[in-house]
T-cell receptor, first 114, second 115 residues
Framework: AQSVSQHNHHVILSEAASLELGCNYSYGGTVNLFWYVQYPGQHLQLLLKYFSGDPLVKGIKGFEAEFIKSKFSFNLRKPSVQWSDTAEYFCAVRDGGSQGNLIFGKGTKLSVKP | DSGVTQTPKHLITATGQRVTLRCSPRSGDLSVYWYQQSLDQGLQFLIHYYNGEERAKGNILERFSAQQFPDLHSELNLSSLELGDSALYFC??????????????FGPGTRLTVL
């Protein structure tokens, strides 16, 4: 079965710093990968997704992620974070076919200091 | 607003009780997924229904059950509740059309507190 690991439990950055959050999945072959964000007290929102094609995926709010198949990785990046990016970030992989459920990593809490 | 609705928003109950959580998917979505989010376990998949039929089961306890009705709303039933069942329960829905990338849209969640 698939599993997802996120390397950082809590990341603290100052505004304008660059961000990279690590994510590795366990299983090879065709994968659908996602990054979701959960702002305090809110539901999960999709930041970006990778299904196929260009391994560099651009999402909302200036986020991007790079799919590196050889490393089983899908790291999330943002060149310059803002205080409003303070949230918890979850990497997920779809298990099974196109209607498969998501398997989530444990999440990374990002705190951005103004 | 994702278009997925969940009721109630908060639920406080006692050990041994039974509760029902309700989810209405986005219009046109046939799939409903239930997830449990707790501090120690993180976000865990419970169960998936597609157009009324159970499609997949995850880490769902035998005390928990779910169903999806003809109007596509879904209910998650939790019985013989224990303290450890306190968590945030999310449902998500997705479109059957590959065109929309099968993205899962999450509802606001139901926060269950078992005392």
């Amino acid at each position: 079965a698939q599993s997802v690991s996120q390397h950082n439990h809590h990341v603290i950055l100052s505004e304008a710093a660059s961000l990279e959050l690590g994510c590795n999945y366990s299983y090879g072959g065709t994968v659908n990968l996602f990054w979701y964000v959960q702002y305090p007290g809110q539901h999960l929102q999709l930041l970006l997704k990778y299904f196929s094609g260009d391994p560099l995926v651009k999402g909302i709010k200036g986020f991007e992620a790079e799919f590196i198949k050889s490393k089983f990785s899908f790291n999330l990046r943002k060149p310059s974070v803002q205080w409003s990016d303070t949230a918890e970030y979850f990497c997920a992989v779809r298990d099974g076919g196109s209607q498969g459920n998501l398997i989530f990593g444990k999440g990374t809490k990002l705190s951005v200091k103004p | 607003d994702s278009g997925v609705t969940q009721t109630p928003k908060h639920l406080i109950t006692a050990t041994g009780q039974r509760v029902t959580l309700r989810c209405s998917p986005r219009s046109g979505d046939l799939s409903v997924y239930w997830y449990q989010q707790s501090l120690d376990q993180g976000l865990q998949f419970l169960i998936h229904y597609y157009n009324g039929e159970e499609r997949a089961k995850g880490n769902i306890l035998e005390r928990f059950s779910a169903q999806q009705f003809p109007d596509l709303h879904s209910e998650l039933n939790l019985s013989s509740l224990e303290l450890g069942d306190s968590a945030l329960y999310f449902c998500a829905s997705s479109s059957p059309l590959i065109l929309f990338g099968n993205e899962q849209f999450f509802g606001p969640g139901t926060r269950l507190t078992v005392l």
